[in-house]
């Protein structure tokens, strides 16, 4: 089993950056894609940015790519997402999640992960 705990959410203003974290633990996680999804409340979860095992490929969601950057610390099994440049739109709970199935492209659609933490709260105030 792994578990995944997020931080790093908070309340911040328009165009305001955010460091969010996500330890993992129980097994090690340096061979598995990870990923970054965000949700509000009547959507469903979307996907922000994913990584493979190695760092050596990311993706990004259009509405994300060029102000927010995906990286994973295998030494330490973290993953972190930077998000500057914040909007309103912005605003959701975000939720890191493991793919524990072998890959090598990264999945965008969230049933392909088995594992998530229980959510960091980011709210982007105008």
């Known amino acids: 089993q792994v578990q995944l705990v997020e931080s790093g959410g908070g309340l911040v203003q328009t165009g305001d950056s955010l460091r969010l974290s996500c330890a993992a633990s129980?097994?090690?996680?340096?061979?598995?894609?990870m990923a970054w999804f965000r949700q509000t409340p009547g959507k469903e979860r979307e996907f922000v940015a994913g990584i493979t095992w190695n760092g050596g490929r990311t993706d990004y969601a259009d509405t994300v790519e060029g102000r927010f950057t995906i990286s994973r610390d295998n030494t330490k099994s973290m993953v972190y997402l930077q998000m500057n440049s914040l909007k309103p739109e912005d605003a959701a709970v975000y939720y890191c999640a493991l793919r524990w199935r072998f890959g090598v492209e990264i999945p965008i659609m969230a049933n392909e992960y088995e594992y998530w933490g229980q959510g960091t709260r980011v709210t982007v105030s105008s």
């Open positions: 129980g097994r090690p996680v340096s061979t598995y894609i």
